[in-house]
T-cell receptor, first 112, second 110 residues
C-alpha cells in the first residue's frame, strides 16, 4: 500500500507552543498534501507541496518534504485552541494523479 | 455558493438493506471520490470516478456500488453484502490536485 503514516498518532500541547507532525510514505509521488479534520466533519485542504519543492509556508503552517526519505513534516507555529483537530497527509500516485492515499492522521489537542 | 453536499447527514440501516448515499458537487470537477472512515482511522478509498460514465474500484470496493451518470452526482450504494458498513462516509471532488470534501454521512447499522 502507498498509504502514508503520520507520527505521532496523538499530540497534546499548550496554546502558544509549536506542533510538529510527521508523515512517511512508500512510493514516488507527484505531490503531498496536508488536510485538517474537525471532529465529525469533512476534511479541509491546508497546503500542497510538489515533489520538486523542499519547503512551503502558508500563514502559521510550514511544510517540508524530503523525497529521499519519503517523508514530510507539518509545523504549526504559535498554536491556538482552534487548531485542535486531526491532521492527515495525502499523497497521489506517480502514475495516477487523480488517486490519493491518506495516512491515519495525527490528533492534535491544543489546551487553552 | 459552490461546494459539495452529502445527504443525509445521519443514516440508519437495518441489516440486509441496501442504502444509497447522495453526493452532489457544483464545482465543475471531473473527478469524484468516496472514502470510508472508521473511528480514529484515516480515509480508505472505496470508489473513484475520473469522468462521467466511468469509475474505478478503490481499496475496499467489496459490498459497495456507484454510478456516475452526471458530472455533478456520484451516489454510493452500500449493499447488504458489506459486512460491516457502520462508518463515516466522505465524498470528495478534485481539480487535479486538491480535494474538496463534503460534510460526510454517518451510517449506522441497527
Amino acid at each position: 500500500s502507498q498509504q502514508g503514516e503520520e507520527d505521532p498518532q496523538a499530540l497534546s500541547i499548550q496554546e502558544g507552543e509549536n506542533a510538529t507532525m510527521n508523515c512517511s510514505y512508500k512510493t514516488s509521488i507527484n505531490n503531498l498534501q496536508w488536510y485538517r479534520q474537525n471532529s465529525g466533519r469533512g476534511l479541509v485542504h491546508l497546503i500542497l507541496i510538489r515533489s520538486n519543492e523542499r519547503e512551503k509556508h502558508s500563514g502559521r503552517l510550514r511544510v517540508t518534504l524530503d523525497t529521499s526519505k519519503k517523508s514530510s513534516s507539518l509545523l504549526i507555529t504559535a498554536s491556538r485552541a482552534a487548531d485542535t483537530a486531526s491532521y492527515f497527509c495525502a499523497t497521489d500516485a506517480k502514475d495516477n494523479f487523480n488517486k490519493f492515499y491518506f495516512g491515519s492522521g495525527t490528533k492534535l489537542n491544543v489546551k487553552p | 455558493d459552490g461546494g459539495i453536499t452529502q445527504s443525509p447527514k445521519y443514516l440508519f440501516r437495518k441489516e440486509g438493506q441496501n442504502v444509497t448515499l447522495s453526493c452532489e458537487q457544483n464545482l465543475n470537477h471531473d473527478a469524484m471520490y468516496w472514502y470510508r472512515q472508521d473511528p480514529g482511522q484515516g480515509l480508505r478509498l472505496i470508489y473513484y470516478s475520473q469522468i462521467v460514465n466511468d469509475f474505478q474500484k478503490g481499496d475496499i470496493a467489496e459490498g459497495y456500488s456507484v454510478s456516475r451518470e452526471k458530472k455533478e452526482s456520484f451516489p454510493l450504494t452500500v449493499t447488504s453484502a458489506q459486512k460491516n458498513p457502520t462508518a463515516f462516509y466522505l465524498c470528495a471532488s478534485s481539480a487535479r490536485h486538491e480535494q474538496f470534501f463534503g460534510p460526510g454521512t454517518r451510517l449506522t447499522v441497527l
